[in-house]
């Protein structure tokens, strides 16, 4: 009795060792943007190694590094953004502050520009969510969002919502904020390969968990060169029906 329990303790000691390991190199990768990089690719494959980020991102980050902006990145996760204060709400991420987004720990009108990507899908009080992000935007302040539209569930359970492209508009001006620009962030191929992976993993795997994730794992860098499309589709006309992810550029309504 005395060996099995002493076996017991060892193995719980061993996996708390792993995972305080796991913690710290998670958060040495966050704080490097090209180790993350490398990490996020190869966890996730190509869809964040290839995933083609907005032109619209890149100039209002670039600007607002130039100009000396306020600029606030609401839900970072893992991605810290420089020059840039970075909000998650759960300190595992690595962000430089954290808070809730419903009630951002910021005076009023304290930012020129707020990025939010791919956060409001996981927040269960978007409009909420998004009043919160308005206050403290200033009077000509941008809100920059990124939201899915055909993306399969993931990170469930916390996973509530999507909309198309003029559902999300409606969201932002309940929520008393007004969309100056919008369009495709993620093209028809990439809804493609993202179905195609998911549902042929389902199928091969048989319902085997660990299975199911290699399957999803291979196949993401299987399809991947379809994903070369986008630049392509993303012009024609039918695209918008067909998206993985909309971009939207908000203003406060005042």
């Given at each position: 009795?005395?060996?099995?329990?002493?076996?017991?303790?060892?193995?719980?000691?061993?996996?708390?060792?792993?995972?305080?390991?796991?913690?710290?190199?998670?958060?040495?990768?966050?704080?490097?943007?090209?180790?993350?990089?490398?990490?996020?690719?190869?966890?996730?494959?190509?869809?964040?190694?290839?995933?083609?980020?907005?032109?619209?991102?890149?100039?209002?980050?670039?600007?607002?590094?130039?100009?000396?902006?306020?600029?606030?990145?609401?839900?970072?996760?893992?991605?810290?953004?420089?020059?840039?204060?970075?909000?998650?709400?759960?300190?595992?991420?690595?962000?430089?502050?954290?808070?809730?987004?419903?009630?951002?720990?910021?005076?009023?009108?304290?930012?020129?520009?707020?990025?939010?990507?791919?956060?409001?899908?996981?927040?269960?009080?978007?409009?909420?969510?998004?009043?919160?992000?308005?206050?403290?935007?200033?009077?000509?302040?941008?809100?920059?969002?990124?939201?899915?539209?055909?993306?399969?569930?993931?990170?469930?359970?916390?996973?509530?919502?999507?909309?198309?492209?003029?559902?999300?508009?409606?969201?932002?001006?309940?929520?008393?904020?007004?969309?100056?620009?919008?369009?495709?962030?993620?093209?028809?191929?990439?809804?493609?390969?993202?179905?195609?992976?998911?549902?042929?993993?389902?199928?091969?795997?048989?319902?085997?968990?660990?299975?199911?994730?290699?399957?999803?794992?291979?196949?993401?860098?299987?399809?991947?060169?379809?994903?070369?499309?986008?630049?392509?589709?993303?012009?024609?006309?039918?695209?918008?029906?067909?998206?993985s992810g909309y971009f939207f550029l908000a203003v406060r309504d005042d």
């Amino acid at each position: 009795m005395r060996g099995s329990s002493g076996m017991r303790l060892g193995r719980v000691s061993w996996v708390k060792n792993l995972e305080r390991f796991r913690s710290r190199a998670r958060q040495i990768a966050r704080t490097r943007s090209w180790l993350y990089a490398i990490v996020r690719t190869l966890k996730y494959g190509p869809f964040f190694g290839v995933r083609r980020r907005s032109p619209l991102r890149r100039e209002l980050l670039k600007h607002g590094t130039r100009e000396g902006w306020r600029m606030l990145n609401l839900g970072s996760g893992g991605c810290r953004l420089r020059g840039v204060v970075n909000l998650d709400v759960t300190p595992v991420t690595g962000p430089q502050v954290v808070g809730d987004g419903y009630a951002l720990p910021f005076r009023d009108e304290t930012f020129d520009v707020i990025f939010c990507e791919y956060v409001i899908e996981h927040v269960p009080d978007p409009e909420s969510f998004l009043r919160a992000a308005g206050r403290t935007l200033k009077a000509d302040g941008r809100l920059y969002l990124e939201a899915p539209f055909l993306q399969p569930g993931h990170d469930l359970p916390g996973d509530y919502t999507r909309w198309t492209r003029n559902g999300f508009v409606r969201e932002m001006e309940r929520a008393g904020l007004s969309v100056v620009r919008s369009g495709i962030h993620l093209g028809p191929a990439f809804t493609l390969v993202w179905i195609a992976k998911d549902f042929l993993a389902a199928v091969a795997s048989l319902g085997i968990d660990r299975l199911h994730r290699i399957f999803r794992y291979a196949l993401a860098w299987a399809l991947s060169p379809l994903m070369l499309l986008d630049p392509w589709l993303i012009r024609l006309p039918q695209a918008e029906a067909l998206a993985s992810g909309y971009f939207f550029l908000a203003v406060r309504d005042d």
